[in-house]
């Protein structure tokens, strides 16, 4: 009556316990007030077939440290995994798995090793020790067997419940988003990124559906992409998702269904990740790309204005000055003066108009504008990191801890660097790295760019800085030969620059000089 009230009430404690040391520890305890019992340990099997001790209580640690693990060929791990109970006290002999000096050292004179199955495979073992009893009684040992077996039934729960946990842990610190939903579509897990990322507490989340966290205005697509995830087991793609302040974000999703033993769909767990500065940056680049076209279009047309009111502004000068002979020749009172002065003025005109144009290719220089040097190196790597990350170029910068402000726009020191940077990027070869340094000295601001690349080959060198010249596939670049001319020209606008060093097979480093305010 006493062993049937003690398995039941070990079959409760090992049902409740949270943990495999702390169930063991217990169940030894209970054991101990049936006597002969006062201390035990688990073995689990490992996959070479070894076993080592994963909990125990009641033992010295310098027994412990001796009997920890054993090796798939040693006799004590052999035992374990052939699955029948083994009994040993002092006149029992050990058969060379402890001597009796071991057993006295550790003031052990009986114990048992039970193993114990899940599934009808060896898992580990229950050993237990007296420190008092030489020999384990039979009606004990029954007890024991019983034991052993709802311990191996509580291993295998509390492995399980420690792998939840660890994945839980896992999850829950994961900085994707992560949640769960049942075949209905709500929460049964979220965990704290899907939480933060939507604008909630994880518990706001729970039982609610997951189509209140897309705009109304998606609903259409929900029901699309629900039936695909049903119909195909998965997803994988960009949506808009919506947070508790009614604001929304781009994420990238994958979805996948979670199947039951029986192969039927029970939840479907998702992961996703908000991307908004991702496409901050793609816009970025985008707008950047837009305004380089534009200024070089506006650039190019200065140019052909500059060209074409400098061969208009020679013989307008020759019209002008012979125009002055023909119209002191023409009396005041003479009924066709009036056509004279007409003449004259429209001649001034064209004049202004000449000069308007020879304006566009002379770019204005302020010397009050100043700009900040490390901002504008931020915001162009920034930029510039899709078109790095497409052509597997690493963008390496080493600047200066203070740089004074630079003596030019912001604009057209992010132009500066944009160009000088594109240049590089596209000019190198994959998994290489373009370096951008920045130095003061003459109260100057010196900036250097260089690059892993071809190089320039020595018979164009001459003709880099040519608008309209480029070495580039314009079919594929999109380039009009005028970035390094509208560099050259923003530059020496400041009063600054610009020059650089080439080596065929070995790279190009380009050195501009702006003035530092």
């Known amino acids: 009556e006493a062993a049937v009230e003690c398995q039941r009430d070990i079959a409760l404690i090992l049902a409740e316990a949270d943990a495999i040391e702390s169930g063991l520890r217990a169940c030894v305890s209970r054991l101990s007030q049936m006597g002969a019992i006062d201390a035990g340990g688990v073995y689990l099997v490992d996959d ?30 052999a035992m374990v995994r052939e699955g029948k109970p083994c009994y040993f006290g002092l006149s029992e002999p050990l058969n060379g798995l402890l001597d009796d000096r071991v057993l006295r050292t550790a003031g052990i004179r009986s114990m048992a090793v039970i193993p114990f199955h899940d599934g009808g495979r060896v898992i580990g073992s229950f050993n237990i020790c007296s420190y008092e009893c030489s020999h384990i009684s039979d009606t004990t ?9 709802q311990v191996g039934a509580a291993v295998s729960r509390l492995k399980a419940v420690e792998v939840e946990r660890l994945l839980a842990a896992v999850v829950n610190q994961s900085i994707q988003g992560v949640s769960v939903t049942d075949r209905d579509g709500y929460f049964t897990y979220v965990n704290g990124a899907w939480a933060e990322m939507h604008g909630y507490r994880p518990e706001e989340l729970i039982g609610k559906h997951f189509a209140e966290l897309r ?19 998965g997803f994988r793609g960009e949506m808009r998702k919506m947070r508790s302040d009614g604001s929304h974000f781009p994420v990238m999703k994958q979805i996948s269904l979670v199947r039951d033993a029986r192969g039927v769909p029970t939840h479907v767990v998702a992961t996703c990740y908000d991307i908004s500065r991702e496409k901050e940056a793609e816009g970025a680049i985008r ?50 003066r009036r056509f004279a002065e007409i ?39 920034t930029m510039l990191a899709p078109a790095s990350d497409q052509y597997e170029v690493a963008i390496k910068t080493d600047v200066e801890g203070k740089l004074p402000p630079a003596r030019t726009s912001g604009d057209a020191l992010r132009q500066v660097l944009y160009n000088l940077l594109t240049n590089a990027v596209e000019a190198s070869p994959p998994r290489s790295s373009v370096h951008l340094r920045v130095r003061t000295a003459e109260n100057a ?8 690349g071809r190089g320039i080959a020595e018979e164009i060198r001459s003709r880099v800085f040519e608008p309209f010249f480029t070495t580039k596939d314009k079919s594929s670049s999109g380039g009009l030969g005028l970035g390094l001319w509208i560099l050259r020209t923003i530059v020496e606008s400041t009063g600054g620059t610009i020059g650089f060093d080439s080596e065929v097979g070995r790279g190009t480093t380009f050195r501009v000089s702006l003035p530092a305010a």
Request: aromatic content about 4%; cysteine-free.
């Open 343 to 381: 003449i004259e003025r429209e001649i001034d005109r064209i004049g202004r108009i000449v000069r308007q144009m020879l304006d566009l290719s002379r770019p204005s220089r302020d010397e009050n504008q100043q700009s900040a040097v490390a901002e504008a190196i931020s915001d162009v790597v």
């Open 445 to 452: 601001l010196w900036i250097t760019v260089s690059d892993h």
């Open 215 to 233: 705009p109304p205005e998606d609903r259409e697509l929900v029901v699309a992409n629900r039936a695909e995830v049903w119909e195909t087991g």
């Open 141 to 149: 040992r029954q007890l024991l067997e019983t034991v052993a077996s």
């Open 287 to 336: 707008r950047a790309g837009e305004l380089r076209v534009e200024a070089e279009k506006w650039m190019a047309a200065g140019r052909l204005a500059a060209r074409a009111a400098h061969e208009i502004n020679n013989p307008l000068a020759g019209i002008a000055n012979s125009f002055q002979l023909v119209k002191a020749a023409v009396p005041e009172v003479h009924p066709h």
């Open 48 to 77: 070479e077939g070894g076993v080592g001790l994963v909990a125990h209580t009641g033992i010295s640690d310098d027994f412990v440290r001796s009997v920890l693990k054993y090796g798939p060929d040693s006799p004590n791990a």
